[in-house]
């Protein structure tokens, strides 16, 4: 035998994308980190093992444990489909098709919010409220995803809870979400303006909300701005529209010492509060401030 051996050319990240020069997983997140740089900065490499990860349907961990491994074309393909489209700002979740809230993993797409951690809060603030007590029927006023409604239900000692919405696909999102959380049967799901989807006579231990609460041309992020769904961030011009709407109505629904639960924003909340007492029909009103400090859940007791 002679001759030299001719050596196989190992796969590079600039390589073409054949079945035989696939790059690794490693070679993947350097081009994610090129590419998402200009947007994400530091967190690039985390985005791109977090977007490479979806792909993969495995954990970022193992991402980092499989570098060597290479991508499948069809794999590769849908990568950079996603890395395009998070270069030009899209949020994660709505990349990925889900979103972390609580113990759940819920779908959303571009007809609903991206649920915060702020609203998880607002749940643990009602789940405290709720403990001792049982058989009760709540009311989640936009529902969005579902996201409040949903973890209720599995939390709390709820046989019902009412989800409302102005928005048939935002609904849609929170029935899929419901039925695959195990609580289809819990969370009726309603379409219609607050209120004007219950019946009259219909009373709840708990109204809960995190409503839409930004005036209308206030600054937002891009990313919010320019992908989450208008119906769901402006309520008007001063942005305490919704929350007097629902603040003034809630009592005529609230059963004898139920609660009311509002998410709002920091800037109005001692309109909410001056609301309420205005109001009447509620008890004095507490503040709960978030993890950063801002005073950003009212309660109120009828
Ligand atoms: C801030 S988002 C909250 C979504 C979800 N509850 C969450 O916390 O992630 C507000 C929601 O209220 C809905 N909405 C806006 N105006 C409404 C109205 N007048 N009646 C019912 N829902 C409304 C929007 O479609 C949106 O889903």
Redesign the pocket.
Known sequence: MSGARRERRPASDSDSPTINRMPTLDAALQRGRRTLSARAGADARREATFLLAGVLGITPGQVALQRGRQLAEHELDEYLERLTRRARGEPLQYIEGRAA?RELSLRVDR??????PE?EQ?VEAVLRWCRGKEGLLGL??????????ISLALEGPFTRVVG????AE?LNVARCNADEAGVGGVVDLRL???F??LRSGERFQIVV?????IAVGEALPEEVRDWE?A???Y?GPTGLE?IQ?IVDGAPRYLAPGGLLAL?VAPGVADAALQRIRTRGGYGEPRVIRDLAGHRRIVLAER
């Open positions: 809230f007809s609903v919010l991206i649920p915060r609203t607002l989640d006023l936009g529902t969005g995803s579902g996201a409040i409604a409302v919405d102005i928005s935002a219609g303006s607050l004007d989807a909300s995190n409503p839409p609460y769904p119906v769901a961030l309520a919704v709407e998410e």
